[in-house]
């Protein structure tokens, strides 16, 4: 008998007290199709992107499944003032709570919340709301809405710049020359192929670019893309 993807687990908002059920998808239901050249997956059946946020029915606080229930509410003052005040306040909460099969709309009012409770915190890892802002470009990209895709990914390439400029390590899984190709596959899918063929290039420099031998074959493969693309366009290639 096959397991069902999704379960609804029981859980405490850290800030407003709540207990809540929310819906989450197993792991082991996770079947991957193929991969795109942002490293978005393309998933048989449910996508666990549309259960990765957990939010409050009372506050609307929300954040990664991972990291909802370890947050210290010692330390977030900001968090816990606004969890206070949207607790309090008579407005509408948005339709987001929903138990069982969700919609990428959903999610995408889901991500929108943790990015804005994320800016919150007392201490903001630059990482995590760049994969945020990326983990948007996929949702939308679901929906077929490539004017919010579009919009998404310009917020997807600022965040991961200013990540690239200040963050003192970088995943291990990408290291210094995969974020610099994210960064410049992000422009390409933007027709910013100038731009993308510098970031390319920049990756090609890269000290690490001898660790991750198939990221720099990706990077060659994106190079002579971006010089066909510049020439079809008759733009100069200096």
């Not at 809540?20 to 193929?34: D, L, P």
């Not at 050249?37 to 059946?45: A, K, P, Q, R």
């Not at 390319?200 to 890269?206: I, K, V």
């Amino acid at each position: 008998m096959a397991v069902e993807a999704l379960f609804n687990y029981k859980i405490k908002c850290p800030f407003c007290g709540t207990q809540f059920e929310t819906t989450r998808m197993r792991q082991s239901a996770i079947r991957v199709k193929e991969q795109e050249s942002d490293f978005g997956n393309v998933y048989e059946g449910e996508c666990p992107y549309l259960y990765a946020i957990t939010v409050c029915p009372g506050c609307t606080f929300a954040a990664k499944n991972t990291d909802f229930e370890k947050i210290r509410f010692q330390s977030e003052a900001k968090i816990m003032a606004a969890s206070k005040q949207l607790k309090a306040s008579t407005k509408p909460k948005p339709d987001i709570f929903a138990l069982g099969p969700s919609t990428p709309e959903v999610a995408v009012k889901r991500y929108e919340l943790c990015i804005a409770f994320y800016k919150m915190r007392y201490v903001v890892e630059l990482g995590v709301l760049a994969n945020l802002y990326l983990q948007l470009v996929w949702l939308y990209r679901l929906m077929k809405n490539p004017e919010k895709e579009q919009l998404a990914l310009a917020q997807a390439i600022t965040a991961y710049e200013t990540y690239l400029g200040k963050a003192y390590t970088l995943p291990e899984s990408l290291g210094e020359p995969g974020v610099i190709y994210l960064i410049g596959d992000m422009y390409r899918r933007m027709g910013k192929y100038k731009e993308a063929r510098r970031m390319f290039e920049s990756g090609l420099a890269s000290k690490e670019l001898r660790d991750y031998p198939k990221i720099a074959d990706m990077i060659r493969d994106m190079i002579q893309l971006m010089k066909e693309k510049l020439e079809k366009a008759g733009e100069p290639q200096a």
